[in-house]
């Protein structure tokens, strides 16, 4: 049996060659851009682990980038445009969804957002999509009129002169105490509707809508 010896050279240059083999950097799993990392309420984490589920409010990325009010819109054409984004984004939330409990409780026309109910696979899901902006806390907050009334343009009215004599206003409002001074005897028309997290309404009847006089009533 015949042998072959190599040459330095060719020592040399199998040596290079397995060396080259060797040091060739092996792919890297992409990791997400940082501008797309999904922020989520820490409070959500919480009552997933308390409570099994949680109901969340998500807030969507659109294709197009940030989302206009639809008042700021030049056209008919871009807002229905932007609703046709907004539904395509929820749809492929909802997809993505279809592997882990969830519970859709509002798909928003007009917003991009979505309120759901999740557990932590769903919520896994949530953080992994690249349509997900954010995940928020879906909770009851208490207003206040000293913010809430500036907010909507009241105290500029009031001192232009109007309040309301003669007129038949109507009120979007969290509720009212019909007993109050401002009120008694005024109000000739109403209607409730309530869907808070976890099934609980609002309105006095114990049902999610109301109507009548008393339907705008506090309850409790």
Same mark, same amino acid.
């Given at each position: 049996?015949?042998?072959?010896? *190599?040459?330095? %050279? =060719?020592?040399?240059? +199998? ?12 792919? +890297?799993?992409?990791?997400?851009s940082?501008?797309?990392?999904v ?10 682990v ?8 998500? /807030?969507l ?8 009010? /639809?008042?700021?819109?030049?056209? #008919?054409? =871009? ?7 907004? @539904?395509?984004?929820? #749809? ?9 409990f ?9 917003? !991009?957002?979505m ?5 932590? #696979?769903?919520?896994? /899901?949530?953080? =992994?999509?690249p349509?997900?902006? #954010? +995940?928020? /806390?879906d909770r009851?907050y208490?207003?206040? *009129?000293v ?15 109007f &309040?309301?004599? @003669? ?10 105490d019909?007993?109050? *001074?401002f ?5 000739? &028309?109403g209607?409730c509707? $309530?869907?808070?997290p976890?099934g609980?309404? %609002?309105c ?7 109507? @009548?006089? $008393?339907? !705008?009533?506090?309850?409790?």
């Open positions: 049996m015949r042998h072959r010896v *190599l040459s330095p %050279l =060719a020592l040399g240059l +199998v040596a290079i060659a397995t060396l080259f083999v060797l040091f060739i950097p092996l792919p +890297v799993s992409p990791q997400p940082p501008a797309l990392r922020a989520v309420d820490s409070a959500v984490r919480a009552q997933i308390s409570r099994g589920t949680a109901p969340v409010i998500v /807030e990325r659109l294709s197009s980038g940030p989302h206009v009010p /639809e008042a700021a819109l030049s056209t #008919a054409a =871009a807002v229905i445009v932007q609703r046709g984004e907004i @539904g395509q984004a929820q #749809a492929e939330v909802l997809t993505r969804l279809a592997r882990a969830h519970r859709v409780r509002h798909r928003y026309r007009t917003v !991009p957002m309120a759901l109910e999740v557990d932590a #696979a769903g919520l896994a /899901e949530l953080e =992994a999509s349509t997900v902006k #954010a +995940v928020h /806390e009851l208490r207003s206040a *009129l913010e809430s009334v500036p907010l909507i343009g009241g105290t500029s009215l009031v001192g232009q002169g &309040d309301g004599t @003669g007129k038949t206003i109507v009120v979007l409002d969290t509720g009212i019909p007993s109050h *001074l009120l008694s005897g005024r109000v000739v &028309d209607a509707f $309530s869907n808070a976890g609980t309404t %609002l006095p009847n114990g049902q999610p809508t109301q109507t @009548g006089r $008393s339907s !705008p009533k506090v309850a409790g």
